[in-house]
């Protein structure tokens, strides 16, 4: 449920996402490519779109695909109307050059929103070549208790790697 009570994910769109959300944490970020690009194809909605499409990029970063990342986003425009993946939307256009950083940084560890915000910012520094600034939002993240938020088990993994 959200705020509209409109369905933003199927089971289909769901079971990938997932999988490539699993793959991803392990760090098998071929297999993660392969989930999400599934996924894409059936993100039928502006929300689903932006959460897949974040996630995308960020495993063609890792993958070091970083033209094909760039592709990946290019098509999101500035006016979509999201229900509940505004944080997604918002770093896919920190993604895209339109915001910075510090402009999503407001980093209070024990809100989900900005633990989503904080892990894909920690993870836009480290394929950026800023690996100290991603490993003290990783740290700040896990001091939080998001356990169970996407982006802390992320964090998770990344300070284990």
Not at 20 to 26: E, F, R, S
Not at 82 to 110: H, V
Not at 140 to 161: D, H, V
Request: hydrophobic residues 35%.
């Amino acid at each position: 449920p959200n705020a509209r009570n409109i369905p933003t994910s199927t089971l289909q769109s769901n079971i990938f996402y997932h999988l490539g959300l699993a793959y991803y944490v392990k760090g098998d970020f071929k297999n993660a490519l392969k989930a999400y690009k599934n996924c894409e194809k059936v993100s039928n909605n502006p929300d689903m779109l932006v959460a897949t499409k974040h996630w995308l990029y960020m495993t063609l970063q890792r993958l070091g695909k970083t033209k094909e990342a760039e592709k990946s986003i290019a098509d999101i425009k500035d006016n979509l109307e999201i229900i509940e993946n505004d944080d997604y939307y918002k770093l896919i256009k920190l993604y895209q050059g339109k915001l910075k950083p510090e402009d999503l940084l407001k980093l209070d560890a024990d809100s989900l929103g900005n633990v989503s915000l904080g892990y894909g910012v920690g993870n836009w520094f480290l394929y950026n070549g800023k690996r100290d600034e991603a490993m003290k939002i990783f740290r700040q993240i896990t001091a939080g208790n998001q356990w169970s938020s996407f982006g802390f088990i992320a964090s998770e993994a990344e300070l284990k790697r």
